[in-house]
């Protein structure tokens, strides 16, 4: 008769090791296949990719360090005054996004103003892009409209208008607050 213990399937289990010490043929697995990580984690499936890492990194192997040409220099700062996005610019490149983002940090490179995304309310939209051929932000509406709150900056769609603030503003930009009906239909 079988006792209980025979009858088990056996399992296969994750080698776990007390201690962090890394064996010899680990060490050449790693060096020999440096930067792949996912080749190294196919050889060595009991290590963490982070294990694999920090070893490398212990073991002074680094990943290559990108040094900015002139010419890519050029295309992004020709890329960030066309108001490109930082991902196709990163696309374009061939980088990561991060990279394209520290580049630009690193030379003080800012897209320049953009015009306000359209809300849906037509009324609102047509406010705020004159203020923005004004040059003038949600907070500057809201500074010349007085009072208290902030009817500019803090609007969104579920908020309701305030009709008063509207015609402030709009008188302030040089404009008309004109109702126009629609025929109707008999």
Same mark, same amino acid.
């Given at each position: 008769?079988?006792?209980?213990? @025979?009858?088990?399937? $056996?399992?296969?289990?994750?080698?776990?090791?007390?201690?962090?010490?890394? $064996?010899?043929?680990?060490?050449? =697995?790693?060096?020999?296949?440096?930067?792949?990580?996912?080749?190294?984690?196919?050889?060595?499936?009991?290590?963490?990719? $982070?294990?694999?890492?920090?070893?490398?990194?212990?073991?002074?192997?680094?990943?290559?360090?990108?040094?900015?040409?002139?010419?890519?220099?050029?295309?992004?700062?020709?890329?960030?005054?066309?108001?490109?996005?930082?991902?196709?610019?990163?696309?374009?490149?061939?980088?990561?996004?991060?990279?394209?983002?520290?580049?630009?940090?690193?030379?003080?490179?800012?897209?320049?103003?953009?015009?306000?995304?359209? $809300?849906?309310?037509?009324?609102? @939209?047509?406010?705020?892009?004159?203020?923005?051929?004004?040059?003038?932000?949600?907070?500057?509406?809201?500074?010349?409209?007085?009072?208290?709150?902030?009817?500019?900056?803090?609007?969104?769609?579920?908020?309701?208008?305030?009709?008063?603030?509207?015609?402030?503003?709009?008188?302030?930009?040089?404009?008309?607050?004109?109702? =126009?009906?629609?025929?109707?239909?008999?």
């Amino acid at each position: 008769m079988l006792s209980t213990i @025979d009858a088990a399937p $056996t399992r296969v289990h994750r080698v776990v090791r007390k201690q962090n010490d890394w $064996t010899l043929k680990e060490h050449e =697995v790693v060096v020999s296949h440096w930067p792949d990580v996912e080749t190294i984690q196919k050889s060595l499936p009991h290590r963490t990719r $982070t294990a694999i890492q920090n070893f490398a990194g212990r073991c002074n192997l680094r990943r290559e360090i990108h040094i900015w040409s002139a010419s890519e220099d050029a295309i992004l700062k020709k890329r960030v005054k066309e108001g490109v996005a930082t991902k196709a610019i990163a696309a374009e490149l061939r980088m990561h996004i991060n990279q394209v983002t520290n580049r630009k940090q690193y030379i003080g490179l800012r897209y320049g103003r953009r015009p306000p995304a359209p $809300t849906g309310h037509r009324l609102m @939209d047509a406010i705020l892009h004159r203020a923005f051929h004004l040059n003038m932000s949600r907070r500057d509406l809201d500074a010349v409209c007085g009072g208290k709150g902030e009817p500019f900056s803090r609007w969104s769609p579920a908020r309701k208008l305030c009709i008063r603030k509207i015609k402030q503003a709009v008188d302030y930009m040089g404009g008309e607050l004109d109702v =126009v009906w629609e025929p109707l239909e008999n």
